[in-house]
């Protein structure tokens, strides 16, 4: 058996060998451009390349493997930031503070923030994945449901952080979030809950739609030349540029290393997946600021720095259990395991012993490719920012229409495309009347892990196989949330106080959404087995904070506070873009999605007739509406191969 | 120069696809030819890219185009847990041909416990079956089931629902007191949850039980099926003579011995894996000659055969006319079982 350095040594030069270099570059080059198209993502990239590998030689395979692994992730946040479409899930949590960075112009700061954060917290995890190789089996059979449930809560109880004076609304939706992520079937029983009979929904709101709309379309409904635009400035700050950005991080150390290490034990615990290590790192990244924690989700950097160094971080720990074990850890990790069974790699003993020369040549190759996405991300910082300078009304188009697109695609279901609005509506309403919507997203994010752990911890317990005496990792994770709690609730916080004053409107959805809630309690009480003492419990919590808050604002000044006058709720600019977006799901049902698309084109653009030649821009209109229904076909059909059920009134032949 | 690069490492990668060897091409029935040729043929997938299904898709794809003349796609569906795919293939128009490929099992228990599809086992014809293989039970090493003291046995399930016919039936058959635990998120969970030790074994397919005992910390303990399997000639089996039911309950009184063996039969008929092509049944019936016979060639193809054992799956052909038959005995299976299977899930629910 080679020692660990010769194995180390081989490994560096299996990558870096001459022509064999050239495909990590070629996989990372691939991973990138292929997660730039809306709802491709790695897996069906790796699903291709499975089969297109088949003769390969197997360092070749696994020079290309660990590049797809690395490549995919930083492409996403680009256009996270730039757009707020977040190219993949993970990369949803960046958008939180970089997108906001680029409104305000400075999206070179944030890329490049993006790009050195990636990068650092990459060189981290596969350093530490390099240390902790021998070691390694035992660490990861201390993860157990015990723990991931401790992860969860953790990642809950980050919420505190982030409550900004606002702690009513702020566990409204949470007990939103855990409420809504319980939707689909029980996890120990199988049976549904709150699915009203629809199949579709059978598997849960699907986190790919719940993500587009709440984030992105919410987003866009306020871009069409709206009174909220005169504020955006169309040329970049004084102080944006790519230096700010790589120096931020290396202000932020601390922050890297913290987040790189969340990013890293996230990415260890099989099943659990960048979208947690990204958003429990936002939180501790909130929780632990020093100094002024205000501009968090208004375009703070280090909002961007946590969760980036943290989703990167997370590809070193993703491949321990995979290789230690055989047990995938995420989407890529099942892939990885075909290809190396494929070709006649062993997971476990093997792969630690005699295979370890590969074994390195994997892990170089995915620290490889991820520097080399950071390196082009940077190199690519100037062109990529002036994107956002093309008029924002222009881009709030095409945004729709990919997001739609992507909607549509994740899971094959026009259905979700009603999840999409709805949580659109959801995102709206949250945005204009100043309901905070990171605890809603974490704890949307994070509840179907703590509840499935809590009901496998309980059961483990009554079948006497849960020792806690013995499980050192869970109480140090608990510990550190009880410690994190303790210190949040007793610093000093800044920010505005609880309800000072609540909008006609404000009332209203805090009403409405508390009615949803009763409902949900009401169907709960009556729906018998696949309603858990857990389901019930977060049902009327919920409730009870929902009624709280609406006594709280019953006795809250109006928020027009003396000047007479409320900021519309729904401002005349936002009313088409919503009306489209709400009709876009039906349009979808009757005549399939690229005329929906073209429809929605059409719409949006009509009412520039006014101005100008009326007939030569209805010529405009009408062209631009057909090359996106012709767009739309041709990528359905060719690019995403997905067959979606025929349309109710079949206008385009099949 | 990026491009460039590019382009030659996708040729790079292509070339092995354009340098295999030309054959004569299989006979189809006459007419099949011309009706055939140049239609869109989609295989819908119920999972996401990757895994069994999708592999077993993509690698039949090529030979549907060869032996057809149509053109094949191969289209994830993984929503609803697989149901928008069967909905897919069940509503699809005449002119549609759209092929699910799913497991014979996975499609009979959705079609008969969700009325709510409007669907019945009727709606759909079986064009073949891919694979069949037994399921296995994985677990610790030191376990051994031989020993009718062993347990009470701890097993790592996603659901109980799922797992009545995988471990239920045949714990009621060999008399072994098992526990569930539910909610592991999947295979890799599961086998996790056995090498902490939380629990003893899990049930997969003996394809998935394989790999897993490849890592060296894991042990195929029974095989649910009526006779030993040649690729694991020590494991016992389930059922029939010799197997492992046979062996608990040879100091039983003849009445009882014959229960259980039929209980032990019940399961192995349940649990068995069939992967199934399966179309709509609205499909004209000279198009469905054609399509049975592409099917029926493609699917004992060798190029299909090695890209998909390549890929570390197993290729069990089986043509149409015998895989109606297996879906159709499922069928049987599954309404003669329903009431033990009440009875199994109200003992095991946590």
Redesign the interface.
Known sequence: MPDTITALGIGLQNVFSWPNVLIPVLGTVLAMTVSFLPGIGAASLAAVMVVLTLHWEPVQVLLLFGALTGGATFMGSVTAILFGIPGNAASSVTLLDGHPMAHAGRPRTALAAAATASALGSVFGVVVLILLLPAIRPLLLQIGPLERAALAVWGLATIIAVLNGRPLKAFAATGLGLLLAMVGSDPTTSQPRWTFGRFEISDGLAQGAMLLGFFTLSEVLSWRKCHDLKAVPRHAAPDDTTRGGVLGVLKERALVLRASLIGLLVGIIPGVGGTVAGFVAYGQTVQTARGDRSGFGKGDIRGVIGPEAAVDAKDGGSLLPVLALGVPGSEGGVFLLTVLAIHGFVPGSAMLGADLPFTFTLIFALLASNLLTSALGLALVPGLSRLTRLPIDRIALPVIVVGLVTVVQIDGLVSDLFVAVGFAALGYAFRRLDWPRVPFVIAFVLGPSLESNLALVCQLHAVDRLDLGSRPLAWVIIALTLLSVVWMVTRPRHGASEVQRASIADRGVTILLGCGVALFAGIALTGGRAYSGYALGVCFVTLGTFAALALAQAFAPSLAGGSGKERPFLPASHRLPLLLVAIAPGLTLLFGLPLACGGLVLFWMLPSLRQGNALRRLALVVAAALVTVVVVTLYLDRVAVLDLPAPIVPVLPA | M?LK??AA?LVF??A??FVSEVRADATLPSGCADRMKGQRL?L?VPN????GF??YA??LAPELERIGGVTV?????????G???L??VA?A?S??Y?VLIDNAGDIVAELLE?P??GKTPQDFRALGIVQVEPEAWVGRPDLNLMDPDAG?L?AAVS????NLGTVGLPAMATGHTV?L??????S??Q???V?????DFTSKAKGTAL??M????LKVLLVLSDGPDPMLPDVPWLAGEGGLVAHLTAGLPEAERAERQKIAQLAVSLSSGARILMNSAAVPDDVQVCLNAIFDAALVSPDFRD?AQ???RDVTPIGAQEAERIFENKLEAYSRAAPLLDEVATQL??
């Open positions: 990026v690069v590019f490492g990668a292509l092995p696809l989609t819908v996401a890219a990757g895994g999708d592999i993509r690698s796609r191969v289209s994830n569906m993984p929503g609803g847990g149901k928008a795919a909905l897919r509503n128009p002119d549609d759209a969700d709510s599809l009470p701890v659901s109980v629902e799922a526990r635990v539910a909610g592991y998120a999947g890799g969970d086998f996790a949850a090498l902490r030790g939380e629990t790999r897993a490849k890592s060296g910390d890209a390549a890929q570390g629910r946590p």
